[in-house]
């Protein structure tokens, strides 16, 4: 999950050390998490877009994602459920995602 920090104007000219922050490496104004792995809010366009070994992973399970035009805006757990899985079934995939697509 990709978490972002707005820094007030004020800030901006303030250096903070990198020990406040030691679960993220910052980039001007904005900071991003070290860990922007797969997870069940990210739509199948962004997964497909990221991570295009996704494709054929998705393909095993019954998810020919690659082709429908909901794929955009549906998110991984609206696709799978709507699919007729369950959250265990979820879970597996995401996590088969991780492994292999990242």
Same mark, same amino acid.
């Given at each position: !999950?990709?978490?972002?920090? *707005?820094?007030? #104007? @004020?800030?901006?000219?303030?250096?903070?050390?990198?020990?406040?922050?030691?679960?993220?490496?910052?980039?001007?104004?904005?900071?991003?998490?070290?860990?922007?792995?797969? +997870?069940?809010? !990210?739509?199948?366009? &962004?997964?497909?877009? #990221?991570?295009?070994?996704?494709?054929?992973?998705?393909?095993?399970?019954?998810?020919?994602? /690659?082709?429908?035009?909901?794929?955009?805006? &549906?998110?991984? &757990?609206?696709? /799978? @459920?709507?699919?007729? !899985? +369950?959250?265990?079934?979820?879970?597996? /995939?995401?996590?088969?995602?991780?492994? *292999? *697509?990242?």
């Amino acid at each position: !999950m990709v978490k972002i920090y *707005a820094l007030k #104007k @004020k800030d901006w000219t303030q250096k903070k050390p990198a020990e406040q922050w030691p679960d993220i490496k910052t980039r001007g104004t904005i900071a991003m998490s070290k860990e922007q792995n797969i +997870n069940k809010n !990210m739509t199948f366009g &962004e997964l497909l877009k #990221k991570y295009p070994k996704a494709g054929p992973i998705l393909a095993n399970h019954g998810l020919h994602c /690659i082709g429908c035009h909901i794929s955009v805006f &549906e998110t991984l &757990e609206q696709g /799978i @459920k709507a699919h007729g !899985m +369950n959250d265990s079934q979820l879970d597996t /995939i995401i996590g088969e995602l991780n492994s *292999a *697509a990242v």
